[in-house]
């Protein structure tokens, strides 16, 4: 269940966060997928957590 | 405009004959179900929230937003990363009491028909936009790629096949909530070929229209610099509020709501699009801003709009056609989902409340055939709205309008998870301001073309000047979420939508009343319910809730008839709304009321904590464990314990007592006192209602042997709780009564031995005087007849005297009398001595004896003592011989020791009797005729001569009979003290 909480944490820091996400659009020298990268990295910690609370559960 | 209009419809009807195609395979089984119930099937089935707005909206909204249009994906993907403690909660809800779409959720947890009507209407009035947005498309691109006059027809076309393929694969099930593998597989099929045609046309405009990643980097930092500024990067108030919007939309889409919750998918499957969900929305979202800077580096934006920049990346047929099929399968998946989930909440919330289904002849029928019309009508209306409204907007204003209408209901969701004092006059109120304000200032202004009609409140006029959709959202919802609040907390919540608000919440453990019904068997419940649903149909919707609860339809346990009466409720709930299910098990399957005040269902309740042991967290998990510990301690105490609620009700049955009544406490638990099988019924029912609290040795018969049990009372009463009831302890006594006999019965014998002591003395005196005058008689007289009578008068009181010496000796119970030494004693003599004493008796006077011992062999022992040994086992041996029988007893040197057998060819013991033989009190007579101390007084005597004894029944080789075996030891040891032997050994 504490696995929960590091997902509301998760979520509701992203929310906080996400307007930083779209400052890549348009900058030179910016990569353009590194909005995708993120999303990338935070689907991998998902996994990550969702193996951990498959353990957490058992 | 290179394709004709031939061609176009060639490759709509290939694409939807491939969707039909696909169907008949699962339907027919060609398709494995390792395959069809695959988890990746279900990810790609909630793909189809990707509609034809993720196809071309998408492109629109990154051409003016830049990156916001990831808005669109990174909301309903934080919603599925929340899937644990937002869409497991609802999903085991819907699952509980089988609700197919949110009405029938609200109009659950509101307790009113009234709300999921509500919630019916603005679901019909904010899915029209969506579903003009997706036949818009369609005509769009069919005229992009045919520049054809009447795209709309050709689209119509299309939704009418579509809206046939729905009415055909989405009614198969009768009711809801079943899983559809048909319709998943398809709906998963589509979202696989929208994926690969998207990513298809990103790779062409990465590699074709661009020379690589490289090259498109460059250009982005060079020439499509003026490309960007035009691109306003959207406000971080504005991309919170989208973020909120597809948030909601991820919760609150009937589509998206008919795949998460009312397709019957596992809690591990919902967990698991926690991350593949978001991974297929990124793969989809991905080629997004290629095409978009691909179609602007080719300036094709201009001729064809921002949202269909994938049909002119190239000239050619195919690339467009992928184009096309992308935005085909987006449209074909949801207007299907749409049209099943709405199909379901008109039929359930409108037209079934107007029109109850009394006793319709073939319900199933009926409601299959209404589904399909209203699942027509729904695509149908989406083609209306299209041809009317629709073609005046571009996709983000049809769109927007469709999610803000649709998150007016997510304050109402919150509350119904996470606030249990909502009630339904809060939640209308709420949600009638934020529809208002929705219609006046989105919808409406869609419809009519008239400007928006927003009332900024005092305060925030820095609103003014703002995107309409953005003021709307933030004006509607605040107000929603206002009146809501306030007019929940001054008006009181009726019980019934307490009792709800329990079940739905998240913390909450339902906890429903102990209440009776009127029916006495499942197999009663289908007479009452006929009347509603016509014979046949409640014959069967009783014998699928018997079977989903594995209940016989003759179990009468009040407990069980509950839980089906709620999974009657539950099942018409999936096959017709909340609302008129409830009314129809209220209606005929009534509670029986009046009488005792009705308490919690104990034992429902501990079963919903052992199922949601894992949601437990801190202090509710620590306590939970505890509670885990003090059952476990009473259902394992090692003596019988039950529990009984105040209406006598069998609220426990522990393992102790199952085994002694041989009942198992998952067949009687939930029953009532009386209906107890026999003689627990009407045992328990004394021990309820006697005076005292204690009934000791009670006699009952239990797996046809006699018990003792004794039974103890305690009231369950407490100054602090409203629970009562009593709990009952059984002892089993039968052991302890059975000693106590026989304690009885010994010291009976002891006292006579005593008397038999007393009179062989009082005998011995004259015998001896009479033998002294025979003996005086013999040296008084020559006459050889008298003295030949003086001998048998000798011999016969050396007899008699021997008699009253056996007698005296067995009644001092074998006691080793001090001094006597141990001397060699031919047992074949002993043994002749026994039988002389044993055939004195006159029962098995019909039994024959054969001393068999060698005269020559000899033991080492008191020959009083083993003649006491000998008797006792012939008199075991008699007493088991049929008449007739034979008793052998043998002898045979066996190294130091002589080897002693007695045989008889009795019945046998029985093999738990022989290993307690030797133990003091065991006996196979009947009570009164044995005293169960021979065999353990043969045991100690035979110790005392540092011999054993075994019991061998039946001997090896016989069939029957028993042979005890004593083996003597023939000669003195060297430390052997014979003098004083300890008679405790």
Redesign the interface.
């Known amino acids: 269940m504490y696995v929960y909480r590091i997902m509301l944490f998760l979520v509701f820091g992203g929310y906080l966060l996400s307007p930083l996400l779209m400052s890549g659009w348009s900058s030179p020298g910016v990569a353009w997928y590194r909005p995708f990268v993120i999303w990338g990295i935070l689907i991998a910690l998902t996994l990550w957590l969702e193996q951990k609370r498959k353990l957490d559960e058992r | 405009m290179n394709a004709s209009l031939a061609s176009v419809f060639s490759l709509g009807m290939g694409y939807l004959l491939l969707m039909f195609l696909c169907a008949w395979a699962v339907e027919r089984g060609w398709l494995s179900p390792r395959v069809t119930r695959h988890p990746a099937v279900y990810t790609l089935a909630l793909g189809v929230y990707a509609s034809a707005w993720a196809i071309y909206g998408s492109l629109e909204l990154a051409a003016d937003s830049?990156?916001?249009y990831?808005a669109y994906y990174?909301g309903v993907?934080?919603a599925f990363?929340?899937a644990?403690?937002l869409l497991v909660p609802i999903q085991r809800m819907t699952r509980t009491h089988q609700l197919t779409s949110l009405a029938d959720l609200f109009a659950f947890r509101f307790r009113s028909r009234w709300v999921g009507t509500l919630i019916t209407v603005i679901s019909l009035l904010a899915v029209l936009p969506l579903l003009a947005l997706q036949v818009q498309t369609l005509g769009d691109a069919i005229f992009l790629m045919t520049g054809a006059a009447s795209p709309a027809l050709l689209a119509l076309v299309f939704s009418a096949l579509i809206a046939l393929f729905a009415m055909i694969f989405g009614t198969r099930h009768g009711r809801e909530h079943a899983r559809h593998d048909t319709l998943l597989a398809v709906i998963a099929f589509t979202s696989v070929i929208k994926l690969v045609a998207m990513l298809a046309l990103g790779g062409i405009a990465l590699f074709m229209v661009f020379e690589g990643p490289a090259d498109?980097?460059a250009w982005?930092?060079g020439p499509g610099?003026l490309h960007?500024?035009s691109?306003l990067?959207?406000d971080?108030a504005h991309?919170?509020t989208l973020?909120l919007l597809f948030f909601a939309a991820a919760l609150l889409m009937p589509h998206i709501f008919h795949i998460t919750f009312a397709e019957t998918l596992s809690r591990h499957t919902l967990?698991?699009a926690?991350?593949s969900l978001?991974?297929f929305l990124?793969l989809m979202?991905?080629p997004v801003?290629l095409i978009l800077w691909a179609g602007q580096r080719l300036g094709s934006s201009e001729a064809i709009g921002a949202a269909y920049l994938a049909f002119g990346l190239s000239e050619s047929f195919w690339v467009q056609a992928l184009a096309f099929l992308a935005g085909l399968a987006a449209t074909s998946g949801t207007l299907v989902i749409i049209a099943m989930s709405l199909s379901g909440m008109i039929l359930n919330h409108m037209l079934l409340v107007a029109h109850p289904p009394e006793a319709q002849p073939n319900l199933y029928r009926w409601l299959r055939w209404l589904r399909r019309a209203l699942m027509a009508a729904v695509i149908l209306s989406g083609w209306l709205f299209y041809r009317t409204v629709g073609v005046n907007h571009d996709l983000t204003t049809l769109g927007l309008a469709a999610f803000v209408g649709m998150a007016q209901c997510l304050p109402g969701l919150l509350a119904l998870l996470y606030w249990p004092g909502a009630n339904r006059k809060g939640m209308v109120s709420g949600l009638v301001v934020g529809v208002s304000i929705w219609l006046a200032g989105l919808w409406l202004p869609l419809l009519t073309g008239l400007p928006s009609v927003i009332l900024i409140p005092p305060g925030l006029e820095m609103l003014a000047g703002e995107p309409s959709w953005y003021v709307v959202t933030l004006v509607s919802l605040a107000a929603n979420a206002l009146v809501f609040i306030v007019v929940s907390l001054v008006t009181r919540t009726s019980d019934g939508e307490r009792a709800a608000a329990e079940a739905c919440s998240v913390d909450a453990v339902i906890r429903p009343k102990r209440l009776p019904l009127y029916a006495t068997t499942g197999e009663e419940f289908k007479q009452p319910l006929a009347q509603a649903l016509g014979e046949d149909v409640a014959r069967r919707e009783v014998e699928r809730a018997l079977t989903d609860l594995g209940m016989s339809p003759l179990d009468g346990r009040p407990y069980a008839l509950r839980r089906l009466r709620d999974r009657i409720q539950a099942n018409l709930s999936g096959l017709m709304g909340p609302s008129v299910a409830q009314d129809i098990v209220d209606r005929y399957l009534p509670y029986r009321r009046g009488g005792l005040e009705p308490t919690d269902d104990i034992h429902f309740v501990e079963s919903r904590l052992e199922a949601y042991r894992?949601?437990?967290?801190g202090l509710a998990?620590e306590l939970d464990g505890l509670r885990r510990y003090h059952r476990r301690i009473l259902t394992r105490l090692p003596v019988g314990l039950c529990a009984f609620g105040v209406d006598d009700e069998l609220l426990m049955w522990n393992d102790a007592l199952a085994a002694l009544s041989g009942i198992d406490g998952a067949s009687v638990v939930g029953a009532r006192r009386d209906g107890l099988p026999a003689p627990w019924g009407e045992l328990l029912g004394r021990a309820l209602t006697a005076p005292h609290d204690h009934l000791y040795k009670q006699e009952v018969e239990l797996k046809g042997a006699i018990r003792f049990l004794s039974l103890h009372r305690a009231e369950l009463q407490a100054d602090d709780d409203v629970r009562g009831g009593s709990v009952i302890l059984i002892e089993d006594h039968s052991e302890m009564k059975w000693l106590e006999d026989e304690l009885v019965h010994a010291a009976r014998l002891a006292s006579i031995g005593q008397l038999a002591a007393g009179v062989a003395h009082e005998i011995g005196n004259p015998v001896t005087g009479i033998s002294s005058l025979a003996q005086n008689l013999r040296y008084d007289t020559d006459d050889p007849e008298v003295l030949e009578t003086a001998q048998q008068i000798q011999q016969l009181t050396d007899r008699i005297s021997r008699i009253v010496s056996s007698l005296v000796g067995f009644a001092h119970g074998g006691r080793h009398v001090k001094g006597t030494a141990l001397a060699p004693v031919s047992m074949a003599t002993v043994t002749d001595e026994a039988l002389h004493l044993i055939r004195l008796a006159r029962s098995g006077e019909d039994v024959r004896y054969h001393n068999r011992c060698p005269a020559e062999l000899t033991v080492l022992g008191d020959a009083q003592r083993l003649q006491q040994v000998m008797i006792n086992l012939l008199n075991n041996a008699r007493d088991a011989s049929d008449p007739g029988g034979q008793i052998v007893v043998d002898a045979e040197p066996e190294g130091e020791l002589l080897k002693v057998t007695v045989t008889d060819e009795g019945h046998g013991l029985d093999a738990r009797v022989r290993d307690h033989l030797f133990e003091p009190f065991t006996t196979t007579k009947p009570p009164g005729e044995g005293t169960g101390l021979g065999l353990p007084l043969v045991y100690s005597i035979i110790a005392e001569h540092h011999g054993r004894i075994e019991i061998e029944s039946p001997p090896p080789g016989e069939e029957r009979g028993t042979r005890i075996c004593l083996w003597l030891p023939t000669q003195r040891e060297d430390d052997e003290d014979t003098d004083e032997p300890d008679s405790d050994r």
């Open positions: 830049g990156y916001g990831l990174l993907a934080g990363l929340l644990p403690v498109l980097q982005l930092d610099q960007q500024v691109v990067q959207p971080p991309w919170r973020l967990l698991q926690s991350w978001p991974l990124l979202a991905l801003p894992s949601r437990l967290t998990r």
